[in-house]
């Protein structure tokens, strides 16, 4: 977790949203604030690189981050108008608490829309089997038929 603002607000969240363990030490780079990670060699840039970003706040400064991130997250209640236009879900009662639910609901629902999909596509495979194996048989039946009345 990078953070603009105090490193102790940002391990409590962290070990909020499961970054971090109860207790876990914030040596080894977990939790890190931004002007640190701006002074960061290239290399140790890199390092996190791949990870999904996520971030929150509830100020117009940071809406190009929100914007940027994998996902961005702002507070319904303290939020700007602009951070709020800005990220992708609005967390309405300002509570990380609640961003679990959030997310369980979210997980269901792709995983509802994905086997809606899957259905879907082997309705629509099966019907055009079905209706190409009739067409064929039609094209059989009306073949022989007219090449036996010009034989």
């Avoid at 603009?4 to 970054?19: K, L, P, Q, R, S």
């Avoid at 996190?48 to 100020?59: E, P």
């Avoid at 994998?70 to 700007?80: A, F, K, P, Y």
């Avoid at 959030?102 to 055009?128: D, H, S």
């Amino acid at each position: 977790m990078i953070t603009g603002d105090n490193v102790f607000i940002a391990t409590a969240i962290a070990t909020e949203c499961g970054i971090l363990k109860l207790n876990e030490e914030m040596d080894d780079g977990s939790v890190v604030e931004g002007v640190t990670f701006r002074n960061y060699t290239e290399e140790e840039r890199m390092e996190k690189k791949g990870h999904v970003v996520a971030v929150t706040s509830d100020g117009t400064n940071d809406a190009p981050a929100l914007k940027e991130a994998d996902i961005g997250l702002s507070m319904g209640i303290q939020g700007t108008e602009v951070a709020k236009e800005s990220s992708d879900i609005v967390i309405l009662e300002d509570n990380f608490a609640s961003l679990a639910t959030v997310l369980r609901w979210g997980r269901c629902v792709y995983n509802n829309i994905q086997k809606f999909i899957q259905f879907q596509l082997t309705v629509n495979v099966a019907a055009l089997t079905i209706n190409f194996a009739a067409a064929e048989r039609n094209f059989d039946t009306f073949f022989w038929r007219n090449t036996a009345r010009v034989l």
